[in-house]
């Protein structure tokens, strides 16, 4: 599998993302789309940007019972995404359903990665509030095994996490990482981060980037900076 740079690209609408994405004349950028912009516009502005060449990434995390987020994942699977994702917390039945939704009748389907812990969610707010009286990056690691054995490709995680992803589920088990910034750039609200360059060396399979590119006064060389420091 080859390594990769995705965009995350968190913006509330299609003139926003299209007048960002045209930058790009060149290069056809993997891009991640979340929440924010497909609950704006719907589910054609999956397929408006995979027309025009890009790999996506549906970054909509669901968490139902089994049978609901089947349902969902078949619906999902028409829009013929690269990859989306789901919650780990779901279990493996959920895990086990997504699956089979995502699945098409020729037996091909996106790449399904589960998301472990939330980065919003402490160690003391997971005690507390949700009763689980592990520490985290254990939780991280369980969530991680059962998403593997549940059959899923990878998880969502922190590129420090990466090296103990793979050895505990495997060097083929995909560790998609956010957290990314360059060594010169703005921490802004992330707190655990690492360089393009870092988490190549750390493992990452793919990274998620956004505001240092997004953000950049010339996101074309951002994002050239971050694939030749990753990708190399
Ligand atoms: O701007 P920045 O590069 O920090 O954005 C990172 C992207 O990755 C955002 O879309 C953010 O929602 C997402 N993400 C994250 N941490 C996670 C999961 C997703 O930062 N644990």
Same mark, same amino acid.
């Given at each position: 599998m080859g390594k990769d740079v995705i965009i995350a690209c968190d913006f509330s609408s299609k003139q926003a993302v299209m007048d960002f994405l045209d930058k790009f004349t060149e290069e056809k950028p993997y891009v991640k789309i979340g929440m924010e912009l497909f609950y704006a516009e719907g589910p054609s502005i999956v397929k408006e940007i995979k027309e025009r060449g890009h790999k996506i990434f549906l970054d909509l995390k669901l968490c139902d019972i089994p049978n609901t987020v089947k349902k969902a994942m078949s619906v999902l699977s028409n829009l013929d995404v690269d990859m989306t994702n789901?919650?780990?917390? #779901?279990?493996?039945?959920m895990m086990q359903a997504a699956i089979e939704g995502l699945t098409k009748p020729d037996g091909t389907r996106p790449l399904l990665i589960a998301v472990t812990q939330l980065t919003s969610t402490?160690?003391?707010?997971?005690?507390?509030?949700?009763?689980?009286?592990?520490?985290?990056?254990?939780?991280?690691?369980?969530y991680a095994s059962n998403a593997e054995k549940a059959g899923l490709d990878g998880v969502v995680c922190?590129?420090?996490?990466?090296?103990?992803?793979?050895?505990?589920? #495997?060097?083929?088990?995909?560790?998609?990482?956010?957290?990314?910034?360059?060594?010169?750039?703005?921490? #802004?609200?992330?707190?655990?981060?690492?360089?393009?360059?870092?988490?190549?060396?750390?493992?990452?399979?793919?990274?998620v980037v956004s505001r240092p590119i997004t953000a950049a006064e010339d996101p074309v060389a951002a994002y050239r900076r971050c694939v030749a420091e990753f990708v190399g």
């Open positions: 789901l919650h780990a917390s #779901g279990t493996i039945e402490s160690e003391e707010r997971m005690r507390e509030q949700l009763l689980i009286d592990k520490p985290l990056d254990e939780v991280v690691m369980h922190s590129p420090l996490e990466a090296g103990k992803v793979h050895d505990r589920c #495997g060097a083929k088990f995909l560790t998609v990482t956010p957290g990314v910034r360059f060594a010169d750039g703005d921490v #802004g609200d992330q707190v655990r981060v690492t360089t393009p360059a870092k988490a190549k060396e750390l493992g990452s399979d793919y990274i």
